[in-house]
């Protein structure tokens, strides 16, 4: 079955130091990935997304990820966390087909302290 | 166009009675998508339009569970007989169609999604 695991449920960091938020997916085939973000009472906002281009990818508010075929993995990273990163954030994938439709990880809620 | 709206963005009901809600998409996303978030999961797939065709439902969409897209604009999506089971956020997204590995084909912009909850 296609699927996405979050390795952590919950991360808690210091403002100002590196984020790394774990994802890995199952491999049928190429996916495309993408890492979402849901603020408290706001809809889910898309932090980048991941199609087969460059492994490397860059998002907005300084996120990056990157994707490893031989690990199947796709962890979200970010070099110095602020308050405003506080939020739950989702790893998705997409394998395409006629539906397109998204498999959500069970999401991952980072905590960011003072 | 500001993006997906949804409404009502909360709603309290009865055990047994119905509820409806409504998506509004973006206006030139010819797909929309039904999500269903519960406490502490991600969000899961329900059903999905291309224009005003029904093209999927989930196994997660019981018979109380009704979707319509008229016309290929609006979507509702409808519960009857509600059960305290059914009490989660309803999401809905919009696309455009595309294929290929093209990145805009792909991506889904959500709504702020109705909070359904059974008493």
Not at chain 2, 45 to 59: G, H, P, V
Request: aromatic share 12%; charged share 20%.
């Amino acid at each position: 079955a296609q699927s996405v695991t979050q390795l952590d449920s919950h991360v808690s960091v210091s403002e100002g130091t590196p984020v790394l938020l774990r994802c890995n997916y199952s491999s049928s085939y190429s996916p495309s990935l993408f890492w979402y973000v849901q603020h408290p009472n706001k809809g889910l906002q898309l932090l980048l997304k991941y199609t087969s281009a460059a492994t490397l990818v860059k998002g907005i508010n300084g996120f990056e990820a990157e994707f490893k075929k031989s690990e199947t993995s796709f962890h979200l990273t970010k070099p110095s966390a602020h308050m405003s990163d506080a939020a739950e954030y989702f790893c998705v994938v997409s394998y395409g087909g006629a539906t397109n439709k998204l498999i959500f990880g069970t999401g991952t809620l980072l905590a960011v302290q003072p | 166009d500001t993006g997906v709206s949804q409404d009502p963005r909360h709603k309290i009901t009865k055990r047994g009675q119905n509820v409806t809600f409504r998506c509004d998409p973006i206006s030139e996303h010819n797909r929309l998508y039904w999500y269903r978030q519960t406490l502490g999961q991600g969000p899961e797939f329900l059903t999905y339009f291309q224009n005003e065709a029904q093209l999927e439902k989930s196994r997660l969409l019981s018979d109380r569970f009704s979707a319509e897209r008229p016309k290929g604009s609006f979507s509702t999506l409808e519960i009857q007989r509600t059960e305290q089971g059914d009490s989660a956020m309803y999401l809905c997204a919009s696309s455009l169609k595309g294929g290929g590995t093209s990145g805009s084909s792909y991506e889904q912009y959500f709504g702020p999604g109705t909070r359904l909850t059974v008493t």
